[in-house]
T-cell receptor
Framework: GDSVTQMEGPVTLSEEAFLTINCTYTATGYPSLFWYVQYPGEGLQLLLKATKADDKGSNKGFEATYRKETTSFHLEKGSVQVSDSAVYFCALSAASYDKVIFGPGTSLSVIP | ETGVTQSPTHLIKTRGQQVTLRCSSQSGHNTVSWYQQALGQGPQFIFQYYREEENGRGNFPPRFSGLQFPNYSSELNVNALELDDSALYLC??????????????FGPGTRLTVL
């Protein structure tokens, strides 16, 4: 079945460091790909999305490119801030209907 | 435009009891999905409702059931609660429809603790 794999955390970075969180997926058809963020004690917020191959999603300085050839959707940010500390979930939506399949999440802590 | 809202925020129940969680979808959205997020894990799909009909179900037993109302709000009911049902329950709405593929927007969740 469809699945999402992402790098295990926790990840700890200093402020202004470069961030990469790896995500790969397995899916039949052509899924949409998402990154959601969950701040402590809160629900999920959509961070960015891409709906077809080579699309680049971007928001708040975060970027991810839909790479069909490598079945990847890695999240990057050039300079992280303390306020970026959260859990990041890579996810896909199957072509058949709207069910979203999530990866296990990667916890990010940014220290001053 | 109001976002997805859920009630209650927190809930404590004992094993064997029944619980009802509520969700109001985002304005203009006709599809509601429910997810269970255990501590330290990613959300797991429970089921989805479109126009008051169940439109897909994950690997959850029948004691997890739901409803969607004409105004597209929804309820999640869990009978015979077990300790492992302790989790954050998330509701998400979208405008995708029965065969649609659209972004899901999540509510803040209901934290259920089963003692």
């Amino acid at each position: 079945g469809d699945s999402v794999t992402q790098m295990e955390g926790p990840v700890t970075l200093s402020e202004e460091a470069f961030l990469t969180i790896n995500c790969t997926y397995t899916a039949t058809g052509y899924p949409s790909l998402f990154w959601y963020v969950q701040y402590p004690g809160e629900g999920l917020q959509l961070l960015l999305k891409a709906t077809k191959a080579d699309d680049k999603g971007s928001n708040k300085g975060f970027e991810a490119t839909y790479r069909k050839e490598t079945t990847s959707f890695h999240l990057e940010k050039g300079s992280v801030q303390v306020s970026d500390s959260a859990v990041y979930f890579c996810a896909l939506s199957a072509a058949s209907y709207d069910k979203v399949i999530f990866g296990p999440g990667t916890s990010l802590s940014v220290i001053p | 435009e109001t976002g997805v809202t859920q009630s209650p925020t927190h809930l404590i129940k004992t094993r064997g009891q029944q619980v009802t969680l509520r969700c109001s979808s985002q304005s203009g959205h006709n599809t509601v999905s429910w997810y269970q997020q255990a501590l330290g894990q990613g959300p797991q799909f429970i089921f989805q409702y479109y126009r008051e009909e169940e439109n897909g179900r994950g690997n959850f037993p029948p004691r997890f059931s739901g409803l969607q109302f004409p105004n597209y709000s929804s309820e999640l009911n869990v009978n015979a609660l077990e300790l492992d049902d302790s989790a954050l329950y998330l509701c998400a709405s979208s405008a995708g429809g029965a065969l649609g593929k659209d972004t899901q927007y999540f509510g803040p969740g209901t934290r259920l603790t089963v003692l």
